[in-house]
């Protein structure tokens, strides 16, 4: 049996976790206050997920970057090869909230999608 603790990110509150965990599957989650502190620790220990947030290159717009995030939550395994996927990525100005910038980026079977709008030079 393995207890590891957690803090939560479902909610502002931050509550202590703690996640007992037999053979591979979580058996009981306390210090939540809420519903989605359990919902969270079960997902966090069994298969951990992030949205990841970047900025990539802009040419010809009146800034030199736009911010840029998955459009959905990837497997944390893939964060860094997501990364090495937006190196010397440079897209045309105009960008526009919500663009798709680079589709299923590293096979993760998510876009990488504008968050900013950068207007043409």
Known sequence: MEIR???CIGCPMGCPLQVTI???E???VTGNTCPK????ARKEVTSPMR??????FVTDGKEPL??????TEISKDKIF???DALRGISVKAPVKIGDVIVKNVADTG???VATGNVAKA
């Open 37 to 40: 502190g359990d919902s969270y």
């Open 51 to 56: 949205m990841v947030t970047s900025t990539v």
């Open 81 to 83: 090869p997501v990364m």
């Open 26 to 28: 979580v058996k009981q």
């Open 22 to 24: 037999d053979g591979g």
């Open 66 to 71: 736009v911010s840029v995030k998955t459009a």
């Open 110 to 112: 998510s876009d990488i």
């Open 5 to 7: 603790d957690l803090i």
